[in-house]
């Protein structure tokens, strides 16, 4: 299954990052402290390249510490980049992003020169929790669905430093199998953009290797880690679906309420701190989804050199979209 989510508001932010980053002086991008590496957007490096970038590993309360330092070092190595992990909604850690901000760009600030920094992010990251801890009251909507913030907007957090907050915004294609169940068992991709039942047996096969302990001390099916690691992730989901009563006539597993329930207890830190991926499992996962991508983009152009299939048009551009500016 490819799970693909890219609503059109995603596209007009794309746009209004692009025309916003000219005059920007920082780069905040949030990244899910579960999933540092799939909820990092490629296209922000595109969009942003060239500008002092703070990786923010938001929700670090409910991810493995552990591996929450590996990413920590694995960002903080990289040239004019700073990484923090915190809890968007306490409010003395996020003050430290400002302080952050001002060590990226130590020639901003005052009224002259008013540090400006643009807050990125993939859908349901945190950015808006964050902004309202900044700000100390409610400066942007939240919500716990993907796709809240829809406009950009600018928000003062001092006479000389401003904040503009952009929607969240995926890209149009994951081409990362493992990023995409990773985004969408954490809530960051539209419900009708995958299927619980897969989503959930590619959690399962993840935690069993990584957690067992955390899952047998969740669910109790009396199982030694090597027995979750050895049985098959359809297997678990049932028998999990079985233990909590996840059940439909004649006694049998409801497969879509059990699935359902293992990503809940995810989302909601039932099962435990958890984080899907390390630096080097992402490094893996990106090489070979990038060589895959790379065969597919060969294999079309031979189909369409061979006129199997048409040239590719360019669509025409929105007349509307393109004479709206950000504000």
Same mark, same amino acid.
């Given at each position: 299954m490819s799970i693909q989510w890219f609503p059109g508001h995603m596209h007009l932010t794309r746009q209004a990052i692009a025309e916003r980053v000219k005059e920007i002086d920082v780069v905040i991008e949030m990244l899910d402290a579960r999933l540092p590496g799939s909820s990092a957007n490629p296209l922000m490096q595109q969009l942003t390249s060239g500008r002092p970038t703070?990786?923010?590993?938001?929700?670090?309360?409910?991810a493995d510490p552990a591996r929450t330092a590996l990413w920590l070092a694995h960002y903080n190595a990289q040239p004019d980049t700073r990484a923090i992990a915190l809890d968007a909604s306490v409010t003395a850690p996020a003050r430290a992003l400002i302080d952050a901000c001002f060590e990226l760009?130590? !020639? !901003?600030?005052?009224?002259?020169?008013?540090? !400006?920094?643009?807050?990125?992010?993939?859908p349901n990251v945190g950015k808006s929790t964050l902004i309202n801890t900044l700000k100390g009251k409610r400066a942007a909507k939240t919500g716990d669905e993907a796709g809240v913030t829809r406009t950009e907007a600018r928000i003062a957090l001092a006479d000389d430093f401003y904040l503009y907050?952009?929607?969240?915004?995926l890209w149009p294609r994951i081409f990362v199998p493992e990023s995409g169940y990773n985004l969408a068992a954490s809530g960051a991709v539209g419900k009708n953009a995958y299927d619980e039942e897969e989503v959930a047996y590619e959690l399962i096969a993840k935690l069993k290797t990584d957690y067992p302990a955390l899952m047998e001390a969740r669910y109790q099916l009396g199982l030694s880690p090597e027995a979750?690691?050895?049985?098959?992730?359809?297997?678990?989901?049932?028998?999990?679906g079985r233990k909590r009563g996840a059940l439909a006539g004649g006694g049998r597993v409801n497969m879509q309420k059990a699935a359902e329930l293992v990503i809940a207890d995810f989302r909601a830190l039932h099962i435990g701190r958890i984080t899907l991926e390390t630096p080097e499992q992402f490094a893996r996962w990106l090489k070979?989804?990038?060589?895959?991508?790379?065969e597919r983009a060969a294999r079309k152009k031979k189909l369409r050199?061979?006129?199997h299939i048409s040239p590719e048009r360019k669509p025409k551009p929105d007349k509307r979209s393109a004479a709206r500016k950000p504000r």
């Open positions: 703070l990786k923010v590993l938001n929700k670090q309360d409910m760009a130590p !020639r !901003r600030g005052g009224m002259v020169k008013p540090m !400006r920094v643009l807050i990125c992010g993939i907050d952009t929607p969240g915004m979750w690691a050895q049985t098959h992730d359809d297997e678990l989901v049932e028998a999990i070979a989804g990038k060589q895959a991508d790379a050199d061979e006129g």
